[in-house]
């Protein structure tokens, strides 16, 4: 079945620093690609997303672009913040369906 | 500001009793989800409603669990009887499946099993 690999951390970065999280994923076809992020005591924001290959999603700084050869999604930020600090989930859909198969999660602290 | 609500936020009670939890999808969203989220397992789809017909429920244990929508505001997931290890984060999530599969999530239901 369809499924995400992704770094499962966890990470502690400085403040300012770069931030590259590894997502690839297994799927047949071609599914849409998603990053959430999960703040503390908080559910799942979507963060980006992309529909098809070479598009790039990006929001409040992150960055990540849909990768068909490499199979791959990685999520990138060039200079993070304490605000940054959270569970970042790579997640997939498939043929139009709704359901999100997510991966295990990535936590990151971000220190002053 | 349109969100998913659900109840109750945190929920402690003993072994073998009933604990229902609710949701109240986004206004007009017409899919549901509920999902199971621990350190071990991650998240894990339990249930899926479009139009408030089932349509997935393949992750979900039927021998204590039940998923429902009894109307197109309220979804419920029911456990009868709980056990230790069904101690997690529940969550709900909706969406309109016309909307490019973007879903939106409730801030969880925390269930604890002693």
């Known amino acids: 079945g369809d499924s995400v690999t992704q770094m499962e951390g966890p990470v502690t970065l400085s403040e300012e620093a770069f931030l590259t999280i590894n997502c690839t994923y297994t799927?047949?076809?071609?599914?849409?690609l998603f990053w959430y992020v999960q703040y503390p005591g908080e559910g799942l924001q979507l963060l980006l997303k992309?529909?098809?290959?070479?598009d790039k999603g990006s929001n409040k700084g992150f960055e990540a672009t849909y990768r068909k050869e490499t199979t791959s999604f990685h999520l990138e930020k060039g200079s993070v913040q304490v605000s940054d600090s959270a569970v970042y989930f790579c997640a997939l859909t498939q043929g139009g369906s709704e359901k999100l198969v997510f991966g295990k999660g990535m936590k990151l602290t971000v220190n002053p | 500001d349109a969100r998913v609500t659900q109840t109750p936020r945190h929920k402690v009670t003993e072994m073998g009793q009933e604990v229902t939890m609710r949701c109240q999808p986004i206004l007009g969203h017409n899919t549901v989800f509920w999902y199971r989220q621990t350190m071990m397992q991650g998240l894990e789809l339990l249930a899926y409603?479009?139009?408030?017909?089932?349509?997935?429920d393949s992750g979900m244990p039927k021998d204590r669990f039940s998923a429902e929508m009894p109307d197109a505001t309220l979804a419920t997931l029911k456990i009868q009887p709980s056990e230790p290890r069904d101690s997690a984060v529940y969550f709900c999530a909706s969406g309109l499946s016309s909307s490019g599969n973007t879903i939106y999530f409730g801030e969880g239901s925390w269930l604890t099993v002693v």
């Open positions: 409603f479009r139009n408030r017909a089932p349509l997935d």
């Open positions: 992309a529909t098809k290959a070479d």
């Open positions: 799927a047949t076809g071609y599914p849409s």
